[in-house]
């Protein structure tokens, strides 16, 4: 009841009270005009008496009080008003006690009007009503207007009055205030903690909950009213609950102090909430007198510390564990961000080292005082890298760098460059991942040295040379340059490997590649182009290049020893200027290769310089080898036939068949232009197949058709060529056997300059016809060479002495004396001598003189057809009778 009345009265406001005590003045007046009326009578008054409207006025002002009582909203009050209500119910007063002359003005009236009114009234309008209304009473009754007990201590109280009265009225207004801001803060307060997610609590010194917002069940599930049920605290975690009991215990012993906690509770649900709390000791305000908590549910953020933690300590480890150098950089160029191996290579010990540092002063701590200037190029190179991503935002990719340093030549490195976006898509700085490819690079560059390189000499190849004369060619733009090519191919080689094996050619071949070297300068370009084929590319003119090429050859005769054996080895060397008509490489390289190809034909170990007549002659040689291919398949192909003739009786012991080839294209087309391109091309062998059969087929129609010429021989050229063909022998055995010729009747000549070519092989393969019984002659004798040890190696049975002696006999004592010794050579060994090229009698006597049985040539008959030589046979024609 108590405290009812004391809310009542706290929301009694000042104009609440002069609401509710203005109709009880007009009521006190009212029934004092009213027991006036009646003491007087009334009948006497009239309706338009001065009093009764005073009456009648106050009659009015006592209706609004008492509606304004009830509803205050429909009636206006405000001090402008009230000056009006209080001139009413002076007015009406004043009038009343003038026309009445028994009516006495009340004193509690007047005290309660002035009590009243400034309840209404600002503190001065209230003290001047006040005291307008002390004197003006006071005058009224001085006058005799009205009857009043105007005594000074009257004027006194009701002065006091309203001045009590404003002070009330100011209590009530400060109050009034007062309890409206209290409200307003306690209606936000609640609206705060209502809507906050945060818990605020007070709790006692014994920790029990005084207050707490409804975000307590929110955070931990348990409401304010269950916890203080069961006085029991959500649990805290075992981890955390030591260190939060000393804190909160350190909070309730220490007077205003306060706690920062960050713990585990368990929600009603059984699950951790994580909670950061807040604490303050405010025990000494006696407003609140407990101990104030504010409690963050931190759940979701420790969860997202957590997640990011993870992730960084994953980023970290992707970083540090990536063999490539990564880093990152702000847009000044200073490092933010490095991985292990960055810190490696350069040697800081962790990212922390390195933040904020800039390239340049990377390097110098790698490069070490004085030098500056390198120091500067280095990393001015970097950073402006850099900041050009920085700057474009374009990516720099795949960046191959030999070393970035000094001394650090040895390594290569790859580098990415890449900008760094912020969220917001700027560009705040760059990437930069760099991998050290030292190894594939290495790896790289041995396949592309073994591209470009000869295994066994180590010499360039002949990709790598055709790469480099292409570079000059178009280097030289059509204009002549001074650029000569050596083409240099070994004679004979493939004897070498044959007779000593594959295994000393090899070593020749780098005995040989080491001459080339130490003869040239080292500008000049070597390369080993095939088997036993080297180029050499000189930026010297054609003369200087010949006479290069000529002292190549003289270095490259000299004997060597290659294992355990002593070889001599020579070269044919073709050279070829680069023209402007060069398109290509090859182009060069073929010309040369002309020039080598002539230097073979005129005798080998020779140099040969390219011309056009050259070309021509290769052109040539070229068209003729294609239609020598088709020659046989043409028919173009026939044999001519040479008697060979006794000196001593004259009589036709045998035929030498030669060759002869009328071309479509070409006409008669003499056997020393068209066999060496037969030889050279292969096309020899079946031709020279084709040879042998035609001369065993016609021996074979000669010997049955007469049995006495049973002693008749035919001889048949065989090219070196044909003598290394595997196969040749029983080539050979077969023609003999289907032809059913006997083996001794065909004798295979071989010229002596190819059988010197290749002595050992020659050997070989003549040792083995001779087993099939057929008789075989040493062409040509006397032009290359051979010893007579060698002579005596070979199972020959004829020796053909060359014409170019017989030529000469009887004029040159030097053939003379050559031909003597051929014979006596001849006849030691005991083999058949025959004389070639025999043009006049004097020859042929003079062969008589020296020994020869055998002649062979023009003086006798120049090679004929084949019915010649049937009719010849016929007639058997003895060419020595007058
Ligand atoms: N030992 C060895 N021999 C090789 C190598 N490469 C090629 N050859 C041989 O070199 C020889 C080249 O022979 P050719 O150039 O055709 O003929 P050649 O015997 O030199 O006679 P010409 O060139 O006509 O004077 C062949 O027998 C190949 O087997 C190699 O790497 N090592």
């Not at 009473?137 to 105007?150: H, K, P, V």
């Not at 759940?299 to 880093?327: C, G, Q, W």
């Not at 474009?392 to 290569?412: A, C, V, Y």
Request: aromatic share 8%; glycine share 6%.
């Amino acid at each position: 009841m108590n405290s009812r009345l004391s809310r009542s009265l706290s929301k009694l406001s000042a104009v609440r009270l002069f609401h509710l005590s203005m109709p009880v003045l007009y009521a006190g007046l009212l029934l004092q005009l009213l027991q006036l009326f009646l003491q007087s009578g009334i009948s006497g008054v009239s309706w338009t008496d001065p009093s009764m409207l005073a009456a009648s006025l106050l009659f009015v002002l006592f209706l609004v009080g008492i509606t304004r009582s009830f509803r205050p909203q429909w009636i206006l009050t405000n001090s402008r008003a009230a000056v009006f209500e209080l001139l009413g119910l002076l007015t009406s007063i004043a009038v009343f006690a003038s026309t009445q002359a028994n009516f006495r003005v009340p004193l509690p009236a007047v005290i309660m009007m002035s009590a009243l009114f400034p309840l209404i009234f600002s503190a001065r309008i209230a003290l001047l009503c006040v005291l307008l209304a002390a004197s003006g009473a006071t005058l009224m009754q001085s006058r005799g207007l009205i009857s009043y007990d105007g005594s000074a201590l009257s004027v006194a109280s009701v002065l006091c009055v309203g001045l009590i009265a404003i002070l009330l009225k100011r209590a009530l207004d400060l109050h009034a205030a007062a309890v409206k801001q209290a409200r307003m803060n306690e209606r936000r307060f609640n609206a705060i903690a209502r809507a906050t997610r945060h818990v605020f609590m007070i709790a006692d010194a014994g920790y029990r909950i005084k207050y707490a917002n409804p975000a307590l069940q929110e955070v931990v599930g348990y409401t304010k009213e269950e916890i203080e049920q069961d006085n029991v605290w959500p649990a805290v975690h075992p981890d955390d609950a030591q260190a939060h009991q000393e804190k909160l215990r350190y909070l309730r012993d220490r007077p205003r102090s306060k706690i920062f906690s960050r713990h585990r509770s368990r929600h009603k649900d059984g699950h951790w909430v994580w909670l950061e709390t807040r604490g303050y000791n405010m025990l000494h305000d006696p407003a609140i007198n407990g101990l104030v908590f504010s409690v963050e549910d931190i759940t979701a953020r420790k969860d997202a510390e957590r997640k990011l933690e993870s992730e960084h300590a994953l980023l970290r480890a992707v970083l540090d564990l990536n063999p490539a150098m990564i880093y990152a950089k702000d847009t000044e160029g200073r490092f933010t961000i490095s991985n292990s191996s960055f810190h490696r290579q350069f040697g800081y010990a962790s990212e922390d080292e390195l933040r904020g540092k800039k390239v340049h002063e990377l390097i110098a701590a790698q490069l070490g005082s004085g030098q500056e200037r390198h120091v500067a190029r280095i990393g001015d190179a970097l950073h402006l890298q850099d900041i050009e991503v920085i700057q474009s935002g374009i990516p720099l990719r795949e960046i191959e760098t030999q070393g970035f340093w000094e001394g650090d030549e040895r390594r290569w490195y790859r580098s990415n460059k890449y900008p760094l976006h912020d969220a917001d898509q700027r560009i705040v700085g760059m990437i930069g991942i760099t991998r050290d490819i030292t190894e594939r690079k290495e790896y790289e560059l041995r396949l592309e040295h073994q591209a470009h390189h000869d295994f066994l000499t180590g010499l360039p190849n002949r990709r790598y040379l055709l790469k480099k004369i292409n570079e000059e060619i178009a280097r030289a733009k059509g204009i002549p340059a001074r650029t000569s090519v050596l083409f240099c191919d070994l004679d004979f080689f493939k004897s070498v490997n044959d007779t000593h094996g594959h295994e000393v050619g090899d070593k020749c071949l780098v005995e040989l590649t080491h001459r080339i070297r130490m003869a040239l300068p080292e500008v000049d370009f070597v390369c080993r182009y095939g088997g036993d084929e080297f180029v050499i590319l000189t930026h010297v003119p054609l003369p200087d290049a010949t006479v290069k090429a000529q002292q190549l050859i003289q270095v490259l005769s000299q004997p060597m020893i290659a294992g355990d054996v002593i070889v001599k080895i020579q070269a044919s060397i073709g050279v070829a200027q680069l023209r402007p008509t060069h398109k290509s490489a090859s182009e060069l390289i073929h010309d040369a290769d002309a020039a080598m190809y002539q230097a073979k034909e005129r005798g080998r170990s020779r140099v040969e310089t390219f011309s056009l007549t050259l070309q021509h002659n290769a052109t040539k040689r070229a068209q003729m080898d294609v239609a020598l291919r088709f020659a046989l398949d043409r028919d173009e192909l026939s044999l001519c036939y040479q008697p060979k003739v006794s000196l001593i009786d004259g009589s036709v012991l045998g035929f030498e068949l030669l060759l002869r080839w009328r071309s479509e294209e070409y006409g008669d087309i003499p056997p020393s232009e068209f066999i060496p391109i037969a030889e050279s091309s292969g096309i020899i062998i079946p031709i020279g197949l084709w040879v042998l059969e035609q001369a065993c087929w016609q021996l074979n129609r000669w010997q049955s058709e007469a049995g006495d010429r049973n002693h008749l021989t035919v001889a048949v050229n065989v090219s070196m060529r044909q003598l290394m063909q595997p196969s040749f022998l029983s080539d050979v055995a077969e023609i003999l056997a289907r032809t059913g010729i006997a083996a001794s009747s065909l004798e295979l000549e071989v010229t002596e300059t190819s059988a010197m070519a290749n002595p050992a092989q020659t050997a070989e393969t003549m040792a083995a016809l001779k087993t099939l019984g057929i008789r075989l002659a040493l062409d040509d004798f006397g032009t290359g060479y051979s010893s007579l040890a060698y002579l005596q190696s070979l199972p020959i049975d004829v020796l053909k002495i060359d014409k170019t002696f017989v030529s000469h006999l009887g004029k040159q004592q030097n053939d003379d004396a050559i031909v003597r010794l051929i014979i006596a050579l001849a006849k030691t060994l005991h083999l058949e001598i025959v004389a070639e090229g025999v043009e006049n009698k004097a020859q042929m006597h003079e062969l008589q003189k020296l020994g020869c049985l055998i002649g062979q040539g023009h003086y006798f008959s120049p090679p004929m057809k084949q019915h010649e030589a049937e009719k010849l046979l016929r007639a058997n024609r003895q060419f020595l009778q007058a």
